[in-house]
T-cell receptor, first 115, second 116 residues
Framework: AQSVAQPEDQVNVAEGNPLTVKCTYS??????LFWYVQYPNRGLQFLLK??????LVKGSYGFEAEFNKSQTSFHLKKPSALVSDSALYFC?????????????FGKGTKLSVIP | DSGVTQTPKHLITATGQRVTLRCSPR?????VYWYQQSLDQGLQFLIQ???????AKGNILERFSAQQFPDLHSELNLSSLELGDSALYFC???????????????FGAGSRLTVL
C-alpha cells in the first residue's frame, strides 16, 4: 500500500521569505510524486511532478521540489513567498508502472503567507 | 479552466435522499476518477472508470455507485445519504504529459454536497 505524510497541518511564513512544505511518502516500487494546490472554493491545480531524472523539479508559479530517495521525501519549496501563495497544498504519490493512475494524497498543509 | 466539468457546483439535501453528481472529462480523455474530500478524511480515492469500464476501486461505500457512459461522461450516485457524506466530490481525468510521458490527473472544480 502507498501512503503520504504531510507532517505540518499549517505553515506560516512572511512574505519574501523562503518557504518549505514537507512531504514524505511510502510506496512499494519507484514513486511518481506530485504537488497540487487548492485555493478556497476551487479544485486542485497541478503544480509539479517527479517522474525520473533530476532530483530537483521545477514547476508552476516559481515552485520547486526536491526528491530525496534515501529519506523518501519530496519537499515543496519556493525561494520567496508571495501573499497569493496562501492556499492548501497536497502532496501525492503513485507507484511507477501501476495499472491505474490514481493518486494517494496527503492530508494537506495550509500555507499562510503573512504580508 | 481545467477542461473537466462538474455539475452541480453545490447541492443541499436531506438525510436518506439520493443524489447524482455529473462529470465530463477533458475532450479526448478516456479516464474518469472520483475523489471525496472531507475535513476529517482528506482526499480519498473512490473509483476510476476507463472507456466505460471500472478500472480501480478505492474507499467507496456500498451506498455509492458510479458509471461512465458511451460519451465518456460519468455519474456518481450517492444514496441513503448520511450527515457524514457531506463533502466536496471531485472528478479528474488523466492527461499525458508530453515531456515525461507520465499521466497527470487534472481535476474539476468539484461538487459540494451538504446533507442536512
Amino acid at each position: 500500500a502507498q501512503s503520504v505524510a504531510q507532517p505540518e497541518d499549517q505553515v506560516n511564513v512572511a512574505e519574501g521569505n523562503p518557504l518549505t512544505v514537507k512531504c514524505t511518502y511510502s510506496v512499494s516500487g519507484n514513486p511518481y510524486l506530485f504537488w497540487y494546490v487548492q485555493y478556497p472554493n476551487r479544485g486542485l491545480q497541478f503544480l509539479l511532478k517527479y517522474i525520473t531524472g533530476d532530483n530537483l523539479v521545477k514547476g508552476s508559479y516559481g515552485f520547486e521540489a526536491e526528491f530525496n530517495k534515501s529519506q523518501t521525501s519530496f519537499h515543496l519549496k519556493k525561494p520567496s513567498a508571495l501573499v497569493s501563495d496562501s492556499a492548501l497544498y497536497f502532496c501525492a504519490v503513485r507507484e511507477a508502472g501501476a495499472g491505474s493512475y490514481q493518486l494517494t494524497f496527503g492530508k494537506g498543509t495550509k500555507l499562510s503567507v503573512i504580508p | 479552466d481545467s477542461g473537466v466539468t462538474q455539475t452541480p457546483k453545490h447541492l443541499i439535501t436531506a438525510t436518506g435522499q439520493r443524489v447524482t453528481l455529473r462529470c465530463s472529462p477533458r475532450s479526448g480523455d478516456l479516464s474518469v476518477y472520483w475523489y471525496q474530500q472531507s475535513l476529517d478524511q482528506g482526499l480519498q480515492f473512490l473509483i476510476q472508470y476507463y472507456n466505460g469500464e471500472e478500472r480501480a476501486k478505492g474507499n467507496i461505500l456500498e451506498r455509492f455507485s458510479a458509471q461512465q457512459f458511451p460519451d465518456l461522461h460519468s455519474e456518481l450516485n450517492l444514496s441513503s445519504l448520511e450527515l457524514g457524506d457531506s463533502a466536496l466530490y471531485f472528478c479528474a481525468s488523466s492527461v499525458r504529459d508530453r515531456g515525461s510521458g507520465a499521466n497527470v490527473l487534472t481535476f474539476g472544480a468539484g461538487s459540494r454536497l451538504t446533507v442536512l
